[in-house]
Every structure is written in structure tokens, then in C-alpha cells.
């Protein structure tokens, strides 16, 4: 399926937005201002704009914890100021300030965010099984990594998914890498899709340094299960340009990654890839690209005045007491 | 409107009266002065007079005996009234001046008889239940033994003067103003569960003083309460063992001021529990005094810990009362007594003949009533603003009683009445008799009060030739301290002889008796203690 | 007055929601077919949709209710045995307890957990242990069990209609306990104990199968003279220490029978919050009677290890002395 240029230009928008929002988020947490941790996307924030940029509100979605999923949600259309507010401890922010670094937009049917590697399969095995009773043609976009594979509960959710054949599309985002764990160690196979070919889920393995291509079976994906025709495998080969998150060394196994894999990756810059994609075909001139990385970096300028100005959230124990349960 | 009419208290002493026989008909038109009755109290029978004019509506019954200041009748202003005040009497049977807890009578159905703290003796002011010697609720027969109550003075098994099921409004322990509601009588085990389950709160208490009759207004006599104090008790735990009891227990004990280390547990594990503090507060024990606890606060060991309660209370506030509220001051002598303990030797000689041993104190007495004679207003009191001068002579004798424990002591003045009127063997025999009465704690009501003056010596005691500065015992104006005679060389005709001297002491309060009625005073009893036969006069 | 035996009432329960709210369904495995009678014949009524029966795959089972939860669903998660809630404890507990919370207190999570859970069958520990101490633990999750028939209908009602995650367990020894349940839908609140029986000499706190042998015990010692006071709890979180409190104010000794493993269960909690706040109304020790730490035996040793009538009379006569 191919792309029309207004497509093109919203997924090189978000690409653009989405990298100054992962570039902003690097710096703040090397300048100590954001709470918790980080995990950097830089290198491969192509599938989470492919995968939220034609999603309708109300179709749920699980964004993949690299880059926090802001690439994901700002291409949903998620304000991400309040994620940013949550991020640094405000009150403002959309857990209230209660956790530190998760989100949740509930009118976005982006519901929650937890440290478990897997927690997606579960979720949205739910939303998904919910979409289909609406019956509405939701889709579910679950987005995790090569190593969320691995747990017992990814086949699970596929398993439910295929047999009900749920409105799900399986986003994997394979960067070759959990942590140190080089995935050639941690799968037998080349490509995770197999996987999913095993239970029955059409499967296809594509570029995700390129954002277009990646779209491009995205869309095919979406229309296929807003049609009924249940769930997809989309494994978009990526690349992590950075560590696996700030703090931590980036190793391979356990010895350091070498500079020569390092050249080789930054060949394959998503951002320079689509800029040059977008300027070959003549969907936007230089002028106004530049004028796109302008109107990005007000947004992250001006979301970062909003965070930085909110009071830290300090409720007292009574009142944490209080939000434990729902009335 | 009725005008209450109570059973009089016709003496000092009496407590409650019996109904020989009314002079006048239920319904009759009573006039003032006529006789009334006939009312018998413990000692004899008096006939009455009315002290009003009305209706009379009789609430008491001819044979039927009530408590002093009881109301035992109305004046009426009509006929209707008097059946008034008898329908509304067997609902409701207050003394006027003690009032009911209102709300308890709304569910009972028959009548309701209060009782209040009784008037055990003339100088009480209130008494404290050590022990109901029934259970609330319990069919109480007339005369049985109701309540274990103690006074300043004297402690009493009251007995019961109602016949009914009885509920309790003071608990045991509770320290109850004279006349004031402790109990009712009623005629049923229900109306008791009604009146507790109408009483919101244990209503010890409630029930405001009834101002007293004037035998209150009497002089109160006596320094000293009666023994009944609790006995000591000595810790149930070794020096430094822990204390084990349930947390309930320790609470109780706490808020009754009870030491738990003198109460035994009764769990099988040893552990005091509820039913043991229980058990030890109805005992008294938190008036307990301890000794060999081994306490220590700041290095310095604890022999013993005495609480200041009952007796000691009481003395240690009249002393501080007598010394703060007079002018007393004391003047000391030496009289010759050589040719008294000659005299007495012929008394001692004649000890079977005569029934007693005749003392060295018979014959203080003897000279004491020979120098008020010469000098009436040594036998004086003040009551209210007025000094009152005694015709007879009651002789306040202080006595040293034992203390809670081995360490300490009580003191108590037993009063030997009208010694004016009697001889000295007379004099020695009831002397005796009291001291011994009082020591037993069978002291009656006279024995322990209205002294006109008081003896206290400290002969035999102290050491020889010791000369004190006794404190008053209020309201007597005037107070003798003999000491322990002493051998000493006098001129006598130009001659050194040795001669035996007694130091004695008069304490007196100036605001009463100036210098030189007391010094005459002293004078009339050194002159009959140095020459004895003065005293037969 | 109609009858029905207590699992009968949690089926009525369950009926009656998903008559009036079409949001409500239930999915577990074999639920179709209705091991327990609960959910047999529903499927008739409402079709596969409503009732669903799942792979052996707790996740995908649990993620169906949980995620179904969110987007405006009312699901009942069956996991047929208390201990399969375990499999996916991390996210039955964790997740589910730290939602509502985490995320700010914004979206709930109105999802009952339910399960066959109790001693007393010989089929050994994996079949048999108590669940509730542990679902107590983590915040954000309401736990309660019923232990009539009466209960169990208002109570299982009440917990569909809570808005938060609760895990209500039922007791196998309990299902065909047979009392007066009403016909019509009726709510108790969770987070309520109940008086079963009034007394004054020792409170005894019991729940599901345990209720009965105290009640029985009650009836037996009241004709000696000695009156305990039978409180049922119903729920552990929230827990009405209240009423308790105002118990032992009156009797001064408790006894909390707990059919689960002495070691760090509910009754520690409870006597440890007693404790607390009633340390002054106490004349004896609390005492528990709880399973000993051993996993549950499934031979004839399970009769003796559980708390007994015996066991119980023991402890009652011992803290009464």
C-alpha cells in the first residue's frame, strides 16, 4: 500500500518531533532533570511513529517502553507536556505526579505503563478482546522489543489473539538488543515473526529505519483488522544507537560495543533517511522542513516550560491513602 | 402547698426514730405546739409537738421506724392535699432537701424508698462505703447488715432500715456527703433493672447535700478519726521481679492508684488479671501502705510508703487547721507532785477493795476539774462567734493508737463525759473502760466526741523533766500536757530536798482566753497537783 | 422462606449483574461448561461472549479481564483454584493492585477475581490454600470472602459493582451450606464484619467454614454458661477493625480463627492492629489458631493440621482461665 504525500509529511513530522523529543529527554536526564530513568530510542524511532500516526483516539494502544513511548503517543496526538510534567515529579502531570515515569491518557485508550517486560501481552489481549465486542472496528497497537518475545506470556497474548482472532496488531520492535543480550543469543531463529507464522498471525518482517516502509505494512495491518480479519505481526528490523537506558553501559554481552558497529548504524539515521526520501520526492522543500524542526522544537520548549514551572507534587499520606481505591 | 415534716433528731446521737404513737388522726387539722407523737429514738422516748399548724397527711406509720430527717409527714393546706401528698408519696419518697435522680423512677412500678448516708455521729460529714455487704438487686431484710461504712472517726456495719430489693446509686469506694442518695429500696428485682437501665451513668453521687439540721452546727470535737484504716500490705513480688499482668489489669490498677505489686495474679500463668484488680480494689488495697518494697530513687532506699489516707489524713489537716486558725500558744511549769503519789500510794494499797488500780492521770484529771471550777473559761470552745463556757466538764484524753504499720501510729481522743460529777476511782474506772472501748474500735459516738478540754500527756514517755508545746484540739479552747516526772532538788523551808516535779504544759488560744485567766488557770492546777487534797473538794 | 445453597447465591449474583449490565462478563477456563455449578448453564443464557472460557493460559485469560477493564468493561476473572492466581501473580497482585494509584487516580479498574479456595477434600496443598492473606498485601485490592448463603449473594453482587479490583474466594466446604437468600438483587458492602452471634466472655473471630464450627461451639458452651461473642469478618481489606474493637471492649480476651498459615496471614495483621488500638481492653494474650507452616497435607493429616472444633473449645477454655 502506498503512502500519499499527506501521509508523508505527518509521518516525517512526527519523525522530526519525535526526535527532538528524544534528544530533549537525553539532555534533561544527563542535567539530572527528570525523575526516574530513561531509556533513549535515538536510532530507532521509526515504528512508533509508523505505528501511532494512523491510530483513531479511541484505538488502544501499548507504546514500547524505548523512548518512553513518547515517540508513539506524540504520534497518536498525545500532548506530551504532561507526560514531560509526570516525568519530573509535578502534579500536573498526567499520573498526578504518583509514578514517577509511567503514563496514562485514558481518553486516548493509552491506559498505563509498567516495568514489566510483557505487561503488554496482557493488556491488551484485553483491549483487544473489548474492541472486538464493541464492534466499532478498533484496533489494538501493542509495541514492545525482541525481548519482550521471550516471555511465556508474549505467546500467550498472540495465542489468544490468533485464536480469537482478536483486532491486534503485534508491533515488534526489534533493535538486536535487551539491555546487553544480543538477540542472534537469545532467539533461534532470524526473525521473531516466525513465531507468530507458528500461531497462525500473518507475519511480515520490514525495514524500521525507514519509517515509510514500516508505515506502509502498518496501514495494511490496521485495515485488516478493523475489517475482522484479526491479528497482525509487524517485526520492524531497528537499530538502538545508544545504551539501553542512561547509567548504564552499552555492552554487548559484556564487553563494550565497538565504534566500527557504531559507524555502521549511524549510516542508517532514520531522520536522515526520510529527509532524504521526503526531499527526492519532492513531498516537502528544505524550507519547509526546516520550518517543521522549528514548530518541533517550540513544542518541546514550550512543554518543558510547563513542566519546569509546576509545583512538585507532594500529597500527604492521607491523601495518597485516599487514592488507593476508586470510590 | 405541703410543708414536709421529718423525723427530728431529738439527740446527738440518734440516728433514727420509731412512731410509738401518733396523737392525731390521719387527715386532722394539726395545730402548732399541740402534742404530735410519740418517737422513740435508741436511748429513750420523747412526746413531740408539732411545730406547724395544717392538714396533717402521715407518710409513717404508728410502729414503723425511719432514719432522722426522713420525711415522715406533711402539713397540708386542704384535705385534698393531704390525699395528695399520700398517692404522690409512693411514687416518689425524697428528704426535701436530697433530690432523686429524676429520670430512674419513670420506669419503676411501686414505690421507691431512698436511703442516704446516714448521720453516724454528730461530728460526721460524710462517710465512705468500704463495703456493700449486699449485692445490687438483692431482697434486703430490715436490720440485716447493709453497708461497711466509715467516718472520719469510726467505722460502722450499717444495718439495713428498709425491707426491699435494693440498687445501688454510690458504689463501694465512693465517699458520700451525710443525707445525700446512696441507695433505694424498691419493691421488686424489675423496678431495680429499671432504675439501672434508666440511670445513664452509675449515679454515685448525683444527689446534692441536704443542708443539716443544727446538730451539725455543733462544735466537732475530736482531732482524731477512728482506726479502720487498711492494714498494711507487703509486696506479692521480690525486690526487682517484673510485674506481669494482662494490659486491661494494669489500666484498672493505674486509674484506682493501685500498686500492682501487692496483688497476687490468679491466671495459672501468675499473670494478674482483671478479676484480681477487681478483687483488690474492693479489698481497699490501693489505701494500702508497703513497706520493704526496696524502692529507690535517687540512691536514697525506701523503708516504707505510707499513704496518707483515712486517720492520718485527718490528723494531719486538724493539726495544720488548729495551728493555722488560732492563737494558741503554750506556757510550761513544774508542779510537786511528791505529795499526790503519796496520796495515790493509799489508793494503789486499797486496788481490790477500790476495783482498780487508781492512775497517776485519775488524779490530773481530779486537779484539772478542781482548776476549772476556779477558772471557768479554761473549759470553753468557740462556736461561731461565740465563746462557750462548758457546765460540765467532758475530758478529751488523747490516746495513741497503732498505725497501718509497724512504723507509724494514730491518734485518737477518746472523751470522758461529766467528770465533774465524778469521784476519782470513779474517774480511773471509766477512764479505763474508754480508752480500752476505743482502742477495740468500739468507741461509741460520745466516746469520740464533745470534749470540753483535753489531756494528752506524754508522762513515761518522753523524757524526764520534758516540757512540750501540745497542739490544741479544736474547738477546746484549752489543752493539758503533763510530761514524765523528773527528781529534782527544791528548797523547801530553807531546806534542799529532792522533791519529784511533773512539767506541765496548758496550751490555749488566746482568741478565747487572755494571759491571766489562763495563768490563774495554771495556778488553781499546780495548786491542787502539789496538794491533793484540794481535790476533795 | 426460599433457600439456596451458598454457590447457588454466588451464581444468582453473578446472573442478576449480567442481566442489568451488559458490561458484566466472566471469563476463566471450563467456565462454560461449569466446573463448579457458579457458572454452569450461564452460557445459555448469555453466549460465549459474556461467558468465555480461555486457553490454560492465565495471562491471556487475566489480560482479557484487565484490559477489558479499561476500556469501560466489567469482567469477573474465574481462575477456578485460588492457587492459579498465582501464575500470574505479578500481574493478578501487582499490576492490578498499583493501578488505580500509579496512574494517578484517574481511570479505575472494576474487575472481581474469584476462585475455589479451602481445606477439607484430601486434595493437598495446590488445590486447597487460602489466597486471601497474600491478596491482602498489596495495596489497591479489596479481599473478602462470604460465608453463608446470605453473604455471599450481597456480597459477590457488591463486588461487581465496586469499581476497584477485588478478589472474593469462596470455600469449598461452604458451597452447600444452605440458608435464606432472597430472591431479589441485594447489595452488602464490602469492608463490613458481622456479629453472627452476640456474647460476653471471649470474642472469636472465624469466616467460611470456620464460621460454622465456632457457631456450633457457641451453641455447645452457652448451655455451660460460657457466651462468645461470633463475629465474622467478611472482608480483610478494607477491615472493620471497628466493630471488633467494640467487641473485645466488652469481652477482654480474642481468639481469631484463620484458615490459612499462621505465618504472616491476616490474623497477624488483625491481632497486631488490636494491639494497637485496644491494648488496654485486653486481659488475655490474642490468640490464633491458623494452619501450621506445612504445605497443606492431602492425606488424612489434613484433618488434624486444620483448625479444629477441639482446637477451638481448647483455646476458649485456656484464654477463659
Known sequence: MSLTTEQMTTLFTNLVRADHWGKTMYRRMMQGKLIGFYHPADGAIAPGVAAGTFLNQDDPMWPHHRGHGITHMLSKGIDIKYYLAEHTGKGTGCCGGNSGWHFSFPEDHVHLQTGFIGANFMACTGYAWAAKQNGRGQVVMNCSGDGSYGEGRSHEGMLMASIWKLPQIFMCENNGYSIFSPIEEMHPTEDIATVAQGLDIPAVVVDGQDVFAVAEVVLAAIDRARNGKGPSFIEAKCLRFKEHDIGNRDLRGWEPRQQEEYDEMYKRDPLVLATERVLNDGVLTQPEIDAIHVVAAQEVEDAEKFADDSPVARPSIEEMEAMVFAP | MARPYVMPKLAMAMNEGTINEWFIKHGDKAEKNQPLASVETEKVSYDIESPDSGYFCILLQQGETTLCEEIIAYFCDSAEEVEQMAAGASAESAAPTVETVAASTAAVSGKVIDYVMPKLAMAMNEGTINEWLVKEGELVKKSAPLANIETEKVTYDVESPEEGYIYFIAQQGDTIPCETLIAKFCVSHSDVSALAAAASAPAAAQATVAPSNSAAKNPVTSATPAAASTAAATPVLAEGERIVASPLAKKMAKDAGLDLRLVAGTHPTGRIVKRDVVDALARGLQHAPMIGTGAQVGGIRELARIPMTGMRKVISERMMQSLQTTAQLSSAWESDITDLLAARRKFVAREEALGTKVSVNAFIIKAIAYAIKQVPIANSCQDGNDIVIYDNINMGIAISVPGTTQYDTGLMVAVLHNVERMGLVEIDIEMKALIKRVRNGEGTADDLSGSTITLSTTAGIAPPGLSTTPVLNLPNAGLVGPSTPIERPMVNNGEVVVRTMMPVSFTFDHRLLDGEPGSRFMSALHEALENPELMLA | ?321
Open chain 3, 1 to 321: 422462606m426460599r433457600e439456596l445453597t451458598y454457590i447457588q447465591a454466588i451464581r444468582e449474583a453473578i446472573q442478576l449483574e449480567m442481566r442489568t449490565d451488559d458490561k458484566v462478563f466472566m471469563v476463566g477456563q471450563d467456565i462454560r461448561g461449569g466446573v463448579y455449578p457458579h457458572t454452569k448453564g450461564l452460557i445459555d443464557e448469555f453466549g460465549p461472549d459474556r461467558i468465555v472460557d480461555t486457553p490454560i493460559a492465565e495471562t491471556g485469560m487475566f489480560g482479557t479481564a484487565f484490559g477489558a477493564a479499561l476500556e469501560g468493561y466489567r469482567p469477573i476473572v474465574d481462575y477456578m483454584f485460588g492457587s492459579c492466581a498465582f501464575v500470574n501473580f505479578n500481574e493478578s497482585s501487582v499490576m492490578t493492585g498499583q493501578q488505580y494509584f500509579m496512574h494517578g487516580a484517574k481511570s479505575s479498574l472494576p474487575m472481581v477475581m474469584t476462585c475455589a479456595v479451602g481445606l477439607g477434600k484430601r486434595i493437598g496443598n495446590d488445590h486447597a490454600m487460602f489466597i486471601h492473606s497474600t491478596f491482602c498485601r498489596q495495596p489497591g485490592i479489596k479481599v473478602a470472602m462470604a460465608s453463608t448463603p446470605y453473604d455471599a449473594k450481597g456480597m459477590f453482587a457488591s463486588a461487581i459493582r465496586d469499581n476497584n479490583p477485588v478478589m472474593i474466594p469462596w470455600h469449598t466446604g461452604v458451597m452447600q451450606k444452605r440458608g435464606h437468600v432472597p430472591e431479589e438483587q441485594y447489595y452488602i458492602p464490602l469492608g463490613v464484619a458481622d456479629v453472627k452471634r452476640e456474647g460476653t466472655d471471649v470474642t472469636v473471630l472465624a469466616n467460611s467454614e470456620q464460621l460454622y464450627n465456632v457457631l456450633d461451639l457457641a451453641e455447645e458452651l452457652a448451655k455451660e454458661g460460657i457466651n462468645i461473642e461470633v463475629i465474622d469478618p467478611r472482608s480483610f481489606v478494607p477491615f472493620d477493625l471497628d466493630t471488633v474493637l467494640k467487641s473485645i471492649e466488652k469481652t477482654n480476651r480474642l481468639i481469631i480463627v484463620d484458615e490459612d498459615w499462621e505465618s504472616c496471614g491476616m490474623a497477624s495483621t488483625i491481632s497486631a492492629r488490636v494491639v494497637e488500638h485496644g491494648f488496654d481492653f485486653l486481659d488475655a494474650p490474642i490468640r490464633r489458631i491458623c494452619l501450621p507452616n506445612i504445605p497443606i497435607p492431602g492425606g488424612y493429616m489434613e484433618d488434624y493440621t486444620r483448625p479444629t472444633k477441639e482446637r477451638i473449645e481448647a483455646t476458649i477454655r485456656e484464654i477463659l482461665q
